[in-house]
């Protein structure tokens, strides 16, 4: 009996043995529970780096996943225990909550919230300083002619300051309007609250003014000069320039660099095919241009943030004096077209002039 009972034993062990590992094998049971797990960043609700946050049970990993703001995670299918959640911190930020966070889950379709609080470490890269210019003027600004519309030199100084600035912001804002005198624009600066607002915060200005002032004193195509208009407009922006540049210094920008340009003059100074009388209309001319060109340089004189391009000098030389003033402005058409003159610059005179400002 004795003998019976030591086999039935072995046998029960060997029974134990071979059917032991398989149960030791064995996965724990899935569970119904779920953890949801939120991420915050303390004072910034836009930031979108992802966390890293692992889950395990008793020392082992169950599962990891990368969670951003604002879309928190949930893990699913747990069994009863206690569990263990990490997050795993990227450079420039630190936890100000609990890390790890110990989750007790119990029972069965359960579902339990955690959730992250971090703060930035690393200062803020800040944000790029912005360069604003403004540009103030006529038509020669708009870029506007009776032939269409050119690129004015406008534009051209916008993408140069663009390039000079390349870290920064550079905005444009062209309050130049079509026929605009000296007059016209001291009364915006002084009434408008656009010009005010665009004119008090601007980096730069650029100003074309003058041209209007005398431009209606050309006669039958710009065959002949009316004295008296000219005379008027002339006086008229003697006395208006320098309150417009007082009323920016004044009262809108102190600071500002203000860039203008001399007003050129569009008639030839030696006779060409079909012109033979322009070099006596642009001495005429020039009894007017002169006066305004000597107003603009006086009051930039007097103020060193104050520049003056010289487009004047440099159309007579290049230009004017060599018969040449219709390969920058639409003043020359062919002689039975000349009904048709308009002094404004073509494109190639909007790009002398871009480059001048340059």
């Excluded at 609250?193 to 074309?208: C, H, L, S």
Aim: one cysteine or more; proline letters at 5%.
């Amino acid at each position: 009996m004795k003998k019976f009972s030591a086999v039935i034993l072995c046998v029960w062990l060997v029974v134990v043995l071979l059917i032991a590992p398989a149960y030791a094998a064995r996965p724990p049971k899935v569970g119904t529970n779920a953890i949801t797990v939120t991420v915050t960043i303390d004072g910034y609700p836009t930031d979108a780096t992802p966390f890293s946050v692992t889950l395990s049970l008793d020392g082992t990993v169950i599962a990891s996943q990368n969670i951003t703001q604002g879309s928190p995670h949930t893990f699913s299918n747990l069994s009863a225990g206690t569990y263990q959640l990490t997050e795993a911190l990227p450079t420039g930020y630190a936890c100000i909550s609990a890390n790890p966070v110990n989750q007790i889950v119990e029972g069965k379709n359960n579902t339990y919230a955690v959730s992250f609080t971090n703060q930035k470490t690393a200062t803020p890269e800040p944000d790029p300083e912005t360069i604003h210019y403004v540009a103030l003027g006529d038509s020669i600004a708009t870029g506007s002619t009776s032939r269409g519309t050119t690129t004015s030199y406008v534009y051209s100084y916008y993408n140069y300051l663009k390039q000079k600035y390349p870290d920064s912001v550079v905005t444009l804002t062209n309050l130049s309007y079509n026929g605009d005198d000296a007059t016209d624009l001291l009364n915006k600066l002084a009434t408008n609250d656009t010009f005010k607002t665009e004119v008090g915060k601007a980096n730069y200005i650029t100003m074309t003014i003058g041209g209007n002032n005398i431009l209606i004193a050309g006669e039958n195509s710009f065959t002949s000069i009316n004295n008296a208009v000219a005379e008027a407009g002339t006086q008229n922006f003697e006395t208006d320039f320098p309150r417009v540049i007082d009323q920016i210094r004044d009262n809108l920008n102190d600071t500002a660099e203000i860039i203008i340009m001399t007003l050129y003059n569009p008639y030839n100074t030696i006779a060409i095919s079909g012109y033979t009388s322009d070099p006596a209309l642009h001495a005429e001319a020039e009894l007017y241009i002169s006066r305004i060109n000597a107003k603009i340089r006086v009051e930039a004189a007097f103020d060193p943030d104050t520049r003056v391009v010289e487009i004047h000098d440099y159309f007579k030389t290049t230009y004017a004096d060599q018969g040449k003033m219709g390969s920058v402005t639409y003043f020359y058409p062919i002689s039975w077209l000349k009904f048709t003159r308009d002094p404004h610059p073509n494109q190639t005179g909007q790009n002398v002039i871009a480059a001048k400002h340059q």
